[in-house]
């Protein structure tokens, strides 16, 4: 059982493409969230949603565009990738706002 | 600006060594705390949270932390280390807000 799911697990694409990345939770929890893992492994906030609804966008270009279409899914749109936009990123949910949170198994973006 | 440090960047152990992570954040109010664990490859496990109570926190696989207010450090510590608890190690807070900040995280590498 899969509790917080993502796809694809890798992608790798050319500078200037648009790409989207999917994330589903079975826990029914209200709340999810992306995050940016560095190539120093450094974890950033991105976005988090509670029921559907931004709550936190954290000064993250506007090429990035999360959509909720219900409280179980939150996916991530790039528009335009660039190079600095290389990393893992992360899906996470919790029960609520400042709870534990049950990370996904992360995407590895590659922008050539 | 609240902010997490952990001052040991990478660590190298001997199976069976003690270990003892530093955590110190900024920020003088109610904070929620916890240690995340990321196993090479793999998305990150809640390995124990402190909320109130007991500052003395027991998690999974035998680490604790404590909680010390008054340094506002929230060590992980581990009596006997294995091989298998090679990871990187981050510290996150959550300081009355609705974002968890995480430190820069601590690469452990054990040897048998």
């Known amino acids: 059982d899969t509790a917080v799911s993502q796809t694809p697990k890798y992608l790798v694409t050319q500078m200037g493409n648009d790409k989207s990345i999917k994330c589903e939770q079975n826990?029914?929890?209200?709340?999810m969230y992306w995050y940016k893992q560095d190539s120093k492994k450094f974890l950033k906030i991105m976005f988090s949603?509670?029921?559907?609804?931004?709550?936190i966008n954290e000064t993250v270009p506007n090429r990035f565009s999360p959509k909720s279409p219900d409280k179980a899914h939150l996916n991530l749109h790039i528009n335009s990738l660039e190079l600095g936009d290389s990393a893992v990123y992360f899906c996470?949910?919790?029960?609520?706002?400042?709870?534990?949170?049950?990370f996904g198994p992360g995407t590895r973006l590659t922008v050539l | 600006a609240q902010s997490v440090s952990q001052h040991n960047h990478h660590v190298i152990l001997s199976e069976a060594a003690s270990l003892e992570l530093g955590c110190n954040y900024s920020?003088?109010?109610?904070?929620?705390l916890f240690w995340y664990v990321q196993y090479p490859g793999q998305h990150l496990q809640l390995l124990l949270k402190?909320?109130?109570?007991?500052?003395l926190v027991k998690g999974i696989k035998g680490f604790e932390a404590e909680f010390i207010k008054s340094k506002f450090s929230f060590n992980l510590r581990k009596p006997s280390v294995q091989w298998s608890d090679t990871a990187e190690y981050f510290c996150?807070?959550?300081?009355?807000?609705?974002?968890?900040?995480f430190g820069t995280g601590t690469r452990l590498q054990v040897f048998p």
């Open positions: 996150a807070v959550n300081a009355n807000t609705d974002k968890l900040i």
């Open positions: 949603y509670n029921n559907k609804e931004l709550i």
């Open positions: 996470a949910s919790s029960p609520y706002l400042r709870d534990p949170l049950d």
């Open positions: 402190y909320f109130s109570g007991d500052p």
């Open positions: 920020y003088g109010g109610t904070v929620n």
């Open positions: 826990l029914g929890h209200d709340t």
